[in-house]
């Protein structure tokens, strides 16, 4: 059995919420079923994450190697030094609305184990045979007393004690789908939320327009700009947001129902990215207008469905993921994870607003 074996993260300076506190840190060791396997339905991961401190944390599980029950991204894979593409979901979270079952707690000292199946989330196919290297994903966010949430250190300071785990495949690498979606054109049968829908994708492709011509005319001196994307060049991003402001599919879909079961507590909504489809839970539908962001909202609550559907688009059209949640959060990315996450053009775009209509 092939073991990669790394401290993860130090937790950050902010305080957790009694009982949950500062800790020393947290240590993952993922295992492979063996050196070599006939067919990726053989490649079940198991991670065990420890918390190496002194007192108990609650860590976001969503999009990280804790997250077992969602087809999200749980690791980067690589063949011959090339990523292989990523085929499951990628999705927002409403910090303020994820209950208890979005966090796993770990006791001061002590481990949990999850066991991950990810032939249905890469495609292999594309790759071919041979062998193939695993990294768990290890960008925790923590519960904290302030924001329910408090960023950790980022994975440009994780410091690796031992190679990636290695598994070679023989034979089977034939491309595996998530059975469950369903690729529909239009699903959304009841009219008020198809009516939303729509408004929030004019609302999204109004907020990249304007954060183009924004960032334009300001330059990269701009201070929130910096904030958000750092030294970044800006034709990154305004290629991405360009992207979305001109999004024109006719293919993809964009659905009010759950056709992959992600709906879990705290998402409001998620994007496949094989078909790049995008599905809306139910918590979408208490959002608001961009107009709010005037009376009533603030950027930091991340609740402007334009910028939801904004975020969900940086993943169809531009390739983004999500590195986590909140805009604070946002801001304290490297500019190499800064250009990555969905979120920061959320919250960018919509503070862009915020500052020059309101």
Same mark, same amino acid.
Request: hydrophobic letters at 35%; glycine letters at 8%; charged letters at 20%.
């Given at each position: ?8 993260? #130090? ?5 957790l919420a009694?009982? !949950? ?10 295992? #492979? ?16 994450? @420890?918390?190496?401190? %002194? ?18 991204? &749980?690791?980067?894979? @690589?063949?011959?030094? %090339? ?38 989330? !890469?495609? *292999? ?12 994903? @290890? ?20 410091? %690796? /004690? ?16 998530? +059975? ?8 959304? +049968? ?30 990269? %001196? ?59 839970c139910s918590? *979408? ?5 961009? /107009? ?18 904004l975020h ?16 604070? *959060? ?7 994870? &800064? ?20």
């Open positions: 059995m092939f073991v990669l074996s790394f401290i993860a993260l #130090g937790l950050a300076g902010t305080a009694t009982p !949950f506190k500062r800790s020393g840190g947290l240590s993952v060791k993922v295992s #492979g079923p063996a050196a070599s396997v006939e067919s990726i339905d053989e490649l079940k991961l198991t991670a065990e994450i @420890t918390n190496t401190g %002194s007192e108990d944390v609650k860590v976001l599980k969503y999009g990280t190697i804790l997250d077992d029950k969602l087809p999200t991204r &749980s690791f980067s894979i @690589t063949k011959d030094g %090339s990523a292989v593409p990523f085929t499951g979901i990628k999705m927002q979270v409403s910090i303020a609305d994820a209950d208890d079952t979005a966090y796993t707690v770990i006791p001061a000292g002590k481990s949990v184990t999850v066991q991950h199946d990810v032939a249905s989330l !890469f495609d *292999f196919e594309s790759a071919g045979t041979g062998t193939f290297s695993f990294e768990p994903i @290890t960008t925790f966010q923590v519960a904290s007393a302030n924001e329910r949430v408090a960023r950790i250190t980022d994975l440009t300071k994780i410091e %690796s /004690t031992a190679s990636k785990v290695e598994v070679a495949v023989t034979s089977d690498v034939a491309k595996r789908g998530l +059975s469950q979606d369903k690729r529909a054109v239009s699903v959304c +049968s009841t009219a008020s939320r198809k009516s939303f829908i729509d408004a929030s994708y004019s609302e999204a492709k109004s907020l990249a327009s304007q954060a183009v011509s924004y960032i334009n005319s300001r330059g990269a %001196s701009d201070s929130v700009y910096r904030a958000y994307f750092g030294a970044t060049a800006t034709s990154r991003v305004t290629s991405i947001l360009s992207a979305v402001a001109n999004e024109n599919s006719g293919s993809r879909t964009l659905s009010c129902t759950d056709s992959l079961g992600a709906c879990s507590s705290g998402v409001i909504a998620y994007t496949a990215t094989a078909t790049t489809n995008i599905y809306f918590l *979408f539908f208490s959002e608001v207008a961009s /107009t709010a962001l005037c009376s009533g909202t603030s950027v930091a609550s991340r609740n402007v469905r334009g910028g939801t559907t969900e688009l940086t993943h169809a059209v531009g390739r983004t993921v999500d590195v986590g949640y909140g805009c604070s *959060f946002d801001q304290g990315l490297s500019d190499a994870q &800064s250009i990555q996450n969905a979120d920061n053009f959320n919250c960018f775009t919509t503070q862009v607003y915020a500052s020059t209509r309101c």
